[in-house]
């Protein structure tokens, strides 16, 4: 089956700093892949919309200049979260469609889990 | 507005039977999902239904009725492992999918 894997799986960095995360698409093509944040004990929230080779769809709410989202090809998004703020501690995870039908289902990564201190 | 229902938490026993129940409404539908989530982890993939009826799965099943806006997720013989979050979520017209909350089901031995 469709299998995306995302790196690291936690990450603790001192307010201030960046972060990167990654997503990768292991055994297929991902034209778009979908990032979400989830906070303990809520609903995934999703963040943005990842389009190889064109700029991410953000969310209502979602600041685009502090979550870069860059799909440089069609098995890699990133995620940096820029000049990060405690507030931005949560758990990141990234998604994308395991199938070429728009209502393929959405297969995810293991999730990151951010600290910022 | 676009909403999807389903319990905060639910309680059973190892070894029984479980319905968590999803109500949708959403604009235009496209199908109905249910993942599992452990604490800690990313969700995981369970079913898919667009259709009328039960889908059988294992130990999983799960129902839709399209006309009342209505899933379940049916757990048989429950094992302790299958203590986790259960995410609903709707595919609406524009193929975004809108999430529950997630039932949170607590086995007991």
């Known amino acids: 089956g469709a299998v995306v894997s995302q790196h690291p799986s936690w990450v603790i960095c001192k307010s201030g700093t960046s972060v990167k995360i990654e997503c990768r698409s292991l055994?297929?093509?991902?034209?778009?892949m979908f990032w979400y944040r989830q906070f303990p004990k809520q609903s995934l929230m999703l963040m943005a919309t990842?389009?190889?080779?064109?700029?991410?769809?953000?969310e209502q709410g979602v600041e685009k200049d502090k979550f870069l989202i860059n799909h440089a090809s069609l098995t890699l998004s990133t995620l940096t979260v820029t000049s990060a703020h405690p507030e931005d501690s949560s758990f990141y995870i990234c998604?994308?469609?395991?199938?070429?039908?728009?209502?393929?289902?959405?297969?995810f990564g293991n999730g990151t889990r951010l600290t910022v201190t | 507005g676009q909403n999807i229902d389903q319990p905060t938490e639910m309680t059973a026993t190892e070894g029984a039977i479980v319905q968590i129940n999803c109500t949708y409404q959403?604009?235009?539908?496209?199908?109905l999902f249910w993942y599992q989530q452990h604490a800690g982890e990313a969700p995981t993939f369970l079913s898919y239904?667009?259709l009328d009826g039960l889908e059988e799965k294992g130990r999983f099943s799960s129902f839709l009725s399209r006309s009342k806006g209505y899933s379940y997720l049916l757990l048989k013989e429950l094992q302790m492992k299958d203590s986790a979050s259960y995410l609903c979520?709707?595919?609406?017209?524009?193929?975004?999918?809108?999430w529950g909350a997630g039932t949170k089901l607590i086995i007991k031995p």
């Open positions: 998604s994308a469609k395991g199938g070429t039908s728009d209502n393929s289902p959405l297969h």
């Open positions: 979520a709707s595919m609406d017209s524009n193929y975004q999918l809108i």
């Open positions: 055994d297929f093509q991902a034209t778009t």
């Open positions: 959403t604009s235009g539908f496209n199908g």
């Open positions: 239904n667009v």
């Open positions: 990842s389009n190889e080779g064109s700029k991410a769809t953000y």
